[in-house]
């Protein structure tokens, strides 16, 4: 059974860079076949894609978000983790980490899903 | 990149049906068979209840179902159960290596 679990500062001040990390278990983030995602929600509002990364270091971004972050990943650890940089106070979210099988066709790879999720945490961003 | 839309409120009673509607555009969900729905109670994660349109992953029950016609995917709960009551949110493939969620909608079992 996987299991994805966020790691990271709850409070972040604004103009400053969001750190996160998602620790899988339960599976390998090598494998292939799957993309190792971000998601976040801000409090009482949907869910709203941050992006992907796989194994061999591809990335795919939000656009609204594609100029303030990052991902990468560890496979020794077999983690994974989100950077965004120059937050306000409106990025304030609860941040998922997620598994996303994907599938293939004529050299194009695309998400289908997210299977397994982690718990979720609240960052805060405050002075 | 625009939020699929979703109504924000549907409402049912034990043992009754209801359809939740998701639209998009020619360029997510009418082109790709890569719709997904999710469960969110409060305060938890989302759940995967259908993929690929109307997939259903093992061990969601099959009162649960999804369609698409054209730009506008729908998810089906039969036979509503309290337990139901829910967030639910959908969520397309879009082209490009994005995904774009809808703005999700409040299933109350009255």
């Known amino acids: 059974q996987v299991q994805l679990q966020e790691s990271g500062p709850g409070l972040v001040k604004p103009s400053q860079t969001l750190s996160l990390t998602c620790t899988v278990s339960?599976?390998?983030?090598?494998?292939?076949?799957?993309?190792w995602s971000w998601i976040r929600q801000h409090p009482g509002k949907g869910l709203e894609w941050i992006g992907n990364?796989?194994?061999?270091?591809?990335?795919y971004y939000n656009p609204s978000l594609k100029s303030r972050v990052s991902l990468s990943m560890d496979t020794s650890k077999n983690q994974f983790s989100l950077y965004l940089s120059s937050v306000t106070p409106a990025d304030t979210a609860v941040f998922y980490c997620?598994?996303?099988?994907?599938?293939?066709?004529?050299?194009?790879?695309?998400?289908?899903?997210?299977?397994?999720w982690g718990q979720g945490t609240l960052v805060t961003v405050s002075s | 990149q625009s939020a699929l839309t979703q109504p924000a409120s549907v409402s049912g009673s034990p043992g009754q049906s209801i359809t939740i509607s998701c639209t998009g555009t020619?360029?997510?969900?009418?082109?790709?068979?890569?719709v997904s729905w999710y469960q969110q109670h409060p305060g938890k994660a989302p759940k995967v209840m259908i993929s690929?349109?109307?997939e259903r992953p093992s061990g969601v029950s099959n009162r649960f179902s999804g369609s698409k016609s054209g730009n506008t995917a729908s998810l089906t709960i039969s036979g509503l159960q309290a337990e139901d009551e829910a967030d639910y949110y959908c969520?397309?493939?879009?082209?490009?290596?994005?995904?774009?969620f809808g703005g999700g909608t409040k299933l109350t079992v009255l």
């Open positions: 990364i796989y194994y061999t270091g591809s990335t």
């Open positions: 020619s360029s997510d969900v009418g082109s790709y068979n890569l």
């Open positions: 339960g599976g390998s983030i090598s494998s292939g076949g799957y993309y």
């Open positions: 969520c397309s493939y879009a082209g490009s290596s994005t995904v774009v």
């Open positions: 997620a598994r996303a099988p994907f599938g293939c066709r004529d050299g194009t790879c695309r998400s289908k899903t997210f299977d397994y």
């Open positions: 690929e349109v109307s």
